[in-house]
T-cell receptor, first 111, second 111 residues
Framework: EAGVAQSPRYKIIEKRQSVAFWCNPI?????LYWYQQILGQGPKLLIQ????????DSQLPKDRFSAERLKGVDSTLKIQPAKLEDSAVYLC?????????FGPGTRLTVL | GQQLNQSPQSMFIQEGEDVSMNCTSS?????WLWYKQDPGEGPVLLIA?????ELTSNGRLTAQFGITRKDSFLNISASIPSDVGIYFC???????????FGTGTRLQVFP
């Protein structure tokens, strides 16, 4: 069974630029999550989708972050404009029931 | 928001030694999960616990769901060099499906 796929794996941008990350969850997993993991910390949930609907986006900085899951499968997370403090690993996870399976993440560096 | 307190923060042990780490919360959790994260990768699920008092093993790993539902521990027996990484506890608080992560335990194993 293929795991959660994410791209790109690495991205370096300058502050105020825009960036987008892509996630393809495990086939059949209705729930998809985006996490932000700052160096030295555990992952923090940004947004949770159930199929193509948002379940929880309470910790998503909506002034600059947006996410969509148009057909209930793939998802994109966008940051516009990026700030220095957005430097982190962005993890995508998916689940069928309770257990979440994570992708390898995208490491974002904002200069 | 809710945070999980994980200890120790880091461990430096010799190959063959046993390791123990734990996680505590101030509120009741309905699930406890233990993940391992290697550099440049997403967290990988090691053990999932769903009932208070549950003791589960996965090879050399053993984890328990505390009977108060506010703590969990992970033991690794006879450590080997590939056990190196960061171990995170995580759990679902109350009846939510929002996964909350601990601060991580960094494990170093010396030959």
């Amino acid at each position: 069974e293929a795991g959660v796929a994410q791209s790109p794996r690495y991205k370096i941008i300058e502050k105020r630029q825009s960036v987008a990350f892509w996630c393809n969850p495990i086939s059949g997993h209705a729930t998809l999550y985006w996490y932000q993991q700052i160096l030295g910390q555990g992952p923090k949930l940004l947004i949770q989708f159930q199929n193509n609907g948002v379940v929880d986006d309470s910790q998503l900085p909506k002034d600059r972050f947006s996410a969509e899951r148009l057909k209930g499968v793939d998802s994109t997370l966008k940051i516009q404009p990026a700030k220095l403090e957005d430097s982190a690993v962005y993890l995508c996870a998916s689940s069928l029931k309770v257990t979440q399976y994570f992708g390898p993440g995208t490491r974002l560096t904002v200069l | 928001g809710q945070q999980l307190n994980q200890s120790p923060q880091s461990m430096f042990i010799q190959e063959g030694e046993d390791v123990s780490m734990n996680c505590t919360s101030s509120s009741i959790f309905n699930t406890w999960l233990w993940y391992k994260q290697d550099p440049g990768e997403g967290p990988v699920l090691l053990i999932a616990l769903y009932k208070a008092g549950e003791l589960t093993s996965n090879g050399r790993l053993t984890a328990q769901f505390g009977i108060t539902r506010k703590d969990s521990f992970l033991n690794i027996s006879a450590s080997i060099p590939s056990d190196v990484g960061i171990y995170f506890c995580a759990g679902h608080e109350g009846n939510t499906d929002k996964l909350i992560f601990g601060t991580g335990t960094r494990l170093q194993v010396f030959p």
